[in-house]
């Protein structure tokens, strides 16, 4: 795909076009056809060398596409649910996903299962017959108290209807976009919040492509895209975004 050459060619540009991609590509190609850019466009994004920003504009990523661990024990949870509810949404992750972009975030051992609203409780009881602390959409004071105490923690969630997720190790897991959204606002990362935050953000950009495109749809999902919009800002994270007023 071309990709040092891609670099070099729009390194200095903010922001350019799937026009102008087609036009670079048919300078080594001049046959190339339009559906075959871009399917080269959509594999771009995908590795994070690509940003989307808008509808037809692109600017350069980190080219570093962020993939969350999934160990034995998180396959392990992920094959129970699929096989009792095969129909549903679901997704997992552990807490190691946001501490490794923090700077004073206390170590947790917790799995996060978030499922499709109608079925997070039959998830619950499902995984509450295989693993000891098992629990459904604890309280704060349980967290505070109890839970942080513990090891082996699985939390069953509630589910975002169209929250970005991604497959690996054929488990259904997390994006960086879903990270930072649900950082931000769940409470169980009550832990983040002040200047913690700030740091989990810049980390994140820092070190790996964040589609701000998908960030912000998710947000706008959970009725919060003014705050994500304000950290964005206060943080210098998309300037030159034509999404951010």
Not at 51 to 77: Q, T
Not at 148 to 173: D, F, H, M, W, Y
Not at 223 to 236: A, S
Request: glycine content about 4%.
């Amino acid at each position: 795909m071309y990709i040092p050459q891609l670099k070099e060619r729009f390194g200095n540009n903010l922001v350019f076009t799937t026009k102008e991609i087609l036009l670079f590509y048919r300078e080594s190609e001049p046959s190339i056809p339009s559906p075959t850019v871009n399917w080269r466009v959509y594999s771009l994004v995908n590795l994070g060398v690509l940003i989307r920003i808008g509808k037809g504009k692109f600017k350069l990523g980190k080219g570093s596409l962020y993939i969350p661990e999934v160990d034995n024990s998180v396959i392990k949870i992920s094959k129970i649910v699929h096989e009792k509810f095969p129909f549903i949404k679901y997704c997992i992750w552990g807490s190691s996903s946001i501490i490794e972009f923090g700077h004073n975030i206390p170590r947790t051992n917790i799995v996060f299962v978030d499922a499709e609203r109608d079925s997070a409780e039959s998830v619950f009881h499902a995984l509450k017959e295989e693993y000891k602390s098992v629990f459904y959409r604890p309280s704060k004071d349980l967290y505070d108290n109890y839970i942080n105490e513990l090891q082996g923690v699985v939390i069953v969630r509630a589910l975002v209807s169209e929250a970005p997720l991604q497959l690996i190790k054929k488990v259904p897991t997390v994006t960086i976009e879903k990270i930072l959204v649900d950082a931000l606002f769940d409470e169980e990362f009550e832990f983040l919040r002040g200047n913690e935050i700030n740091h989990v953000f810049i980390n994140a950009f820092d070190r790996f492509s964040v589609n701000i495109s998908k960030l912000i749809r998710y947000a706008d999902r959970r009725r919060k895209k003014p705050e994500i919009l304000q950290i964005l800002k206060t943080n210098n994270l998309a300037a030159n975004n034509e999404l951010l007023p």
